[in-house]
């Protein structure tokens, strides 16, 4: 059996005589789609991680299942060729579904039933402090809020991406949890923001040539068949020896 080499794998592909993009590989397998699937989840894990460990409230689950699930879903759902206000409604539903268990497993309770009543009573509890100038030390609804968030913003941004294919939209609610969260740890260095930018390049990259691939196709024109990862190797490496030149840049003096 004879090996493919380089130049075959990345040989331009003609519109006369290479196949068009519905018989294409990736038509069937679409790996550009996983690709791109890959280094959101790298992006949006990293913000994730982030939160996640601040440590805002002892109590606060796992912001994981509820992330990853949200950016599993978007993806789902925007591969899904129908109405928007048919498709939001059920992804709604199934964050709810997922937060509420979440919430369930850090409630007491000997029942599922009494921990969903748990949950409502402390809501009630301090929805009237909050509207009668009550006070209230329960961390209950911080708690629900925050994996609201998470559920709601990861969503978005993953609908953005895959469905709108606009990675400048889809990166503004994990940047701005992001620069909010670490504002509150100055003098701290954070991995979580460089894994962030460099995700977020690639990310920028991908979508990208992805339009233009789309383009190229319309209008019939011959590209090489594996041109994102070429595109991507050398994104990588630039990236990676930006990040490095600014990390070793030495910080200008600071006057007390």
Known sequence: MRE???D???ARRDAETGPVREQRLSSFIPWEDWLT???TAVVFMSVVSSIDSAGWVRDMPSLYPVGFSALVIGYALARVRRNELLLHPL???AGASLVLLQLMAIVPGGSPALRIDNIVDRMHIW???ATQNGISADTLPFI???LVLTWVGTYFSSWAIFRWRNAWLGLVPGGTALMWNISFIPGQFSPAFLVFVFGAVLLLMRLNVARKEKEWDDAGVGYPEFISLSVLNVTFWVTVAILLMAYRM?????SD
């Open 91 to 93: 992804a709604l539903l």
């Open 37 to 39: 699937f890959a280094i």
């Open 250 to 254: 030495p910080l200008a003096d600071r």
């Open 4 to 6: 493919a080499n380089w």
């Open 127 to 129: 929805w009237t402090a």
């Open 144 to 146: 629900v809020l925050v």
């Open 8 to 10: 075959e794998i990345f």
